[in-house]
């Protein structure tokens, strides 16, 4: 009996994946082949066409999508390193101290804290106002309703997601390694390079992915921060699925996105050397 | 990833001990793969086999005591103050939500529910004329009202607010508040008097314009400036109207399209003029900031939230109560007092202007609240669409809100 208690006490996760995960994947996906409209109902038709429509009348906001999200994640990635390095080696006993910091903005909802930043660079607000007023900023210069605003609100979301993973990996950095390679006379730019580096290479894989795709698929920066021709894939799924009830259309999108965020991670995880991805995610 | 979808598709097909029945298997998935979501619309029944229908239903209600009234935000006195009344006459205990926030989105999130035939938990709902509340006539989603039930509307509702093109005879529903789509500009930065549309549409202020996202405001406006009436527009107007549209993005004119935020970026400076809603911009205005807003001479349009009892309401007979209490024009000239929108129940101005404190009386010379019949004669209904024009429409003016 003792050697069957591991399965029972994971029985209640796998069951939980499988009705709210599997199940729902699979509805859409048969949702997604489906047309006809809300009033007269949608039939299974099978109709891959669905897709290819979706992808062509959607492909500038796919792309615009998959632009924002990368520039986002690499500014992450260059902010975010730098950080999770400090607080792993530099923080001391602060170091509790400073990762309850950075999580101290998610204890306020994702939406409140978008639309506080409007409030922060609003083109007469406390910030642009009084460098204008000093004459330091043209009149008409404005952040808010650009793309410099929805990749900035897209940063500011994530970053810990970028900076919690990396420290991970470098809190578990053996320091006995790294006086190993000063001992045999490395430079410390050569110890970064060479040792600690490739040592937080799957905590920078976990960050990435922790990133990149919910950066690429969310709807709100680019909604509240957003102006003319910076709207998203994910503007689009609330679109067609609320205002238009294009059930087919929202679930084709969403599955494409999900194909195109899948195959872009595994050809990253390639780049980056790792044999398997689920490994470098899990270790 | 959409709750209500995935909901949705797991109740319409599964009652509950089914769904027990079947968890965690993946059977499940592979049914429910093999099916996609049924329409709802009902047969078409025959006018009078219809009001039989909901004869048959109303003499089968009972007074139970209780009502929950789902409605937008700030769309009642802080204090609760009329709803208190109504308990009191009546001894009927309410319970009220601000639940909803966007027609859209409101109606996203019942429809698969409604479609799975289980009670939303709203006696009353509020939604705008419009699209939204169109789907929700089609497909059946709505109580039939008994007007025998309802003496206070038929004494007190105003001649314009009573049997709409969208709802002949108020079979569904009646109104709640009206409001006026014009426009609103901030006096400090604009030192005109805006009277024309064509101000949106001005070189001289790109950049700080604002236009509203959803397809039909901004279509109309589109149509108004290419002098159309949207409410007898066909699909050449609307392709016009949308041409124009974009000419106005593309040059930059347009800043943003607005869903809700756009009084906050007026007030702040951010937008200059935009598309508004009079109600807004009369709040803004008693708060002491530099706004106006205008019908233009174009046109501006009319829109009413109504008050519907849905499908499968627990207490349909207290809903009623309630909002025949609501046309009591006491009642309503205290709703007017606070929300500052249209009302479309008469003697709520005389009511106003016999007040003692001056916001009441402002309110009762206000033509946002109670537009002249010049002003009257500039608005024009929301175009009822059709299910096939719907797609049409809404693929022509999304791809300009959402380029």
């Given at each position: 009996m003792r050697r069957w208690t591991p399965y029972w006490l994971a029985l209640p996760a796998w069951l939980w994946l499988a009705i709210f995960l599997v199940v729902p994947i699979a509805a859409m996906a048969s949702v997604s082949l489906t047309t006809g409209?809300?009033?007269?109902?949608?039939?299974?038709?099978?109709?891959?066409?669905?897709?290819?429509?979706?992808?062509?009348?959607?492909?500038?906001?796919?792309?615009?999508?998959?632009?924002?999200?990368?520039?986002?994640?690499v500014i992450m990635l260059v902010l975010g390193y730098p950080v999770a390095y400090w607080i792993a080696f530099k923080a001391g006993h602060r170091k509790s101290m400073f990762l309850?910091?950075?999580?101290?903005?998610?204890?306020?909802?994702?939406?409140?804290?978008?639309?506080?930043?409007?409030?922060?660079?609003?083109?007469?607000?406390?910030?642009?106002?009084?460098?204008?007023?000093?004459?330091?900023?043209?009149?008409?210069?404005?952040?808010?309703?650009?793309?410099?605003?929805?990749?900035?609100?897209?940063?500011?979301?994530?970053l810990p997601f970028m900076i919690l993973p990396i420290y991970v990996a470098l809190e578990r950095v053996n320091p006995t390694v790294i006086e190993a390679a000063y001992d045999l006379y490395a430079s410390r730019f050569a110890t970064f390079r060479r040792v600690v580096l490739p040592l937080s290479l799957p905590g920078v894989f976990a960050g990435v992915l922790m990133t990149f795709v919910p950066a690429t698929a969310d709807p709100i920066n680019a909604q509240v921060l957003g102006g003319t021709g910076n709207t998203m894939i994910g503007n689009i799924v609330q679109t067609e699925y609320l205002v238009n009830s294009n059930y087919p259309t929202a679930s084709a999108i969403s599955f494409t996105l999900m194909a195109v965020l899948l195959i872009g991670i595994f050809i990253y995880a390639r780049a980056l050397g790792t044999e398997n991805v689920l490994e470098a995610a899990a270790r | 990833m959409n709750n209500p979808l995935l909901r949705g598709l797991t109740q319409s097909r599964y009652s509950r001990r089914d769904a027990m029945r079947v968890a965690g298997f993946s059977a499940a998935g592979l049914a429910l793969a093999a099916c996609g979501v049924s329409g709802q619309k009902p047969p078409a029944a025959a006018p009078s086999e219809a009001a039989s229908a909901a004869a048959d239903f109303w003499s089968t209600q009972k007074k139970n005591g209780k009502v929950v009234f789902a409605n937008?935000?700030?769309?009642?006195?802080?204090?609760?103050?009329?709803?208190?009344?109504?308990?009191?006459?009546?001894?009927?205990?309410?319970?009220?939500?601000?639940?909803?926030?966007?027609?859209?989105?409101?109606?996203?999130?019942?429809?698969?529910?409604?479609?799975?035939?289980?009670?939303?938990?709203?006696?009353?709902?509020?939604m705008t004329n419009g699209v939204h509340l169109g789907k929700m006539l089609q497909l059946g989603y709505?109580?039939?009202?008994?007007?025998?039930?309802?003496?206070?509307?038929?004494?007190?509702?105003?001649?314009?607010?009573?049997?709409?093109?969208?709802?002949?005879?108020?079979?569904?529903?009646?109104?709640?508040?009206?409001?006026?789509t014009g426009i609103a500009y901030n006096t400090k930065y604009v030192d005109e008097d805006i009277t024309s549309i064509a101000s949106l549409f001005d070189k001289k202020y790109e950049g700080k314009v604002g236009m509203m996202a959803d397809a039909q405001e901004v279509a109309n406006f589109g149509m108004f400036a290419t002098g159309v009436d949207p409410d007898k527009s066909t699909q050449a107007d609307w392709e016009k109207a949308a041409a124009k549209l974009k000419e106005q993005r593309d040059q930059g004119i347009v800043r943003k399209y607005y869903a809700q935020d756009y009084i906050d970026a007026v007030a702040k400076g951010d937008i200059w003029l935009s598309q508004a809603w009079s109600g807004d911009v009369f709040q803004r205005q008693l708060a002491g900031e530099p706004v106006k807003f205008v019908v233009p001479q174009e046109g501006g349009t009319i829109w009413i939230d109504n008050m519907a009892i849905p499908k499968g309401a627990a207490n349909p007979v207290d809903a009623l109560m309630l909002m025949d209490f609501l046309y009591k024009p006491e009642v309503a000239a205290e709703l007017t007092d606070y929300i500052q929108y249209v009302t479309p129940v008469n003697g709520v101005q005389q009511i106003l202007a016999a007040k003692d404190d001056k916001d009441s009386k402002a309110l009762a010379e206000s033509p946002l609240i109670f537009p002249t019949e010049a002003d009257y004669a500039k608005l024009r209904s929301y175009r009822t669409l059709t299910n096939a024009e719907e797609p049409i429409f809404n693929g022509l003016f999304q791809t300009i809100t959402q380029g």
């Open positions: 409209n809300l009033i007269d109902g949608f039939a299974q038709t099978f109709s891959v066409s669905n897709y290819s429509d979706a992808i062509a009348k959607y492909s500038t906001q796919f792309l615009r999508s998959l632009l924002y999200g990368g520039i986002a994640t309850f910091l950075l999580l101290l903005p998610f204890f306020v909802s994702f939406v409140l804290r978008t639309i506080s930043w409007g409030f922060l660079l609003a083109d007469d607000g406390i910030l642009f106002g009084t460098l204008k007023g000093w004459g330091l900023l043209p009149e008409g210069f404005h952040v808010l309703a650009t793309t410099v605003a929805v990749i900035g609100g897209l940063v500011y979301n994530f | 937008w935000p700030e769309y009642m006195p802080e204090d609760q103050a009329p709803l208190k009344q109504f308990q009191q006459a009546t001894g009927i205990s309410y319970e009220y939500s601000e639940v909803i926030q966007e027609n859209a989105e409101f109606f996203g999130k019942s429809e698969p529910q409604l479609r799975a035939g289980q009670p939303l938990g709203y006696d009353i709902i509020v709505l109580v039939a009202l008994d007007h025998k039930q309802l003496p206070n509307f038929a004494a007190n509702a105003g001649a314009k607010y009573k049997n709409p093109a969208y709802d002949a005879n108020n079979t569904y529903t009646i109104p709640y508040q009206a409001g006026v």
